[in-house]
């Protein structure tokens, strides 16, 4: 399930793209099927190593795009091991809100693309998340949880701060905010309540069929209660140094993988 809109946010063949906080790997995998070099970049070494292994399975079974290729690197977003202006395209997808220091991340996530490069951020959006902390103290009093609840104009804020230009954004994932209401309801955890069991299994047919009425529904209620804002947004290029277009991400992200491991 994708909340990036590719539509909005062209990638293709020969593209450096950064997924920041790639989590299970969603989006870097979209990409690597559309023939960039994607570098997908989390804390949690152990969804890497599934993300690795993803990359490795689409070669071997011809999904990944002609030219395209990914890495799975280890790092910090608020330190991207990686030299300024090195990406085409960065994407940070449900990440921000479980950063303490979020500015410090976006000031990375700009730094690490290019002049002229864009970037897709996605957020909760302000009025679902907030019902789901009014409902449960467990949604977000974890440890790894949301820190924070954004408003559009916030996050639009601090990505101007950092350098970057707002061009477009919209909401997604309508039909989901009512599923995360109902487990915040019925206890976030009980993945077995009835209800939840029910709502869960809709969900799973809309995203597999992708009935013409549930698209609708969710693109008419996407304004209202969509569960993710994103936001597109360009690198402006005033004294924004780049590292040029002969480097080589899959050397940089030997040698991010080396420190990490050296870290480790």
């Avoid at 997908?40 to 292994?53: I, K």
Wanted: hydrophobic share 45%.
């Amino acid at each position: 399930m994708l909340t990036v809109d590719f539509g909005r946010f062209p990638v293709g063949r020969g593209d450096q793209v950064l997924d920041l906080g790639c989590g299970a790997g969603r989006h870097a995998f979209e990409v690597l099927r559309r023939g960039a070099r994607v570098v997908a970049l989390d804390t949690d070494e152990r969804e890497l190593v599934q993300v690795s292994e993803m990359f490795t399975g689409m070669h071997e079974a011809g999904e990944a795009g002609q030219g395209g290729a990914g890495f799975a690197v280890a790092g910090d977003a608020t330190a991207i091991p990686f030299p300024d202006g090195s990406f085409d395209r960065v994407i940070a997808a449900e990440v921000l809100e479980h950063i303490p220091a979020d500015q410090a991340a976006i000031n990375e996530l700009a730094r690490v693309l290019r002049p002229g490069g864009l970037a897709a951020i996605t957020v909760p959006s302000w009025l679902p998340e907030r019902i789901c902390w009014r409902l449960s103290d467990d949604y977000h009093n974890v440890p790894g949880g949301h820190v924070r609840i954004f408003t559009r104009g916030e996050l639009e804020a601090k990505l101007a701060r950092a350098g970057l230009a707002v061009s477009g954004h919209h909401h997604a994932h309508a039909l989901h905010s009512p599923y995360w209401w109902l487990k915040c309801a019925v206890g976030v955890h009980d993945d077995d309540h009835p209800l939840a069991r029910a709502y869960h299994r809709i969900l799973v047919w809309e995203i597999m069929k992708q009935p013409r009425t549930m698209r609708l529904a969710d693109r008419a209620l996407n304004p209202l209660i969509g569960k993710s804002t994103v936001v597109y947004a360009v690198r402006q290029a005033e004294g924004v140094p780049g590292i040029g277009r002969d480097t080589s991400v899959s050397d940089a992200a030997a040698g991010a993988r080396g420190r990490a491991h050296a870290a480790a």
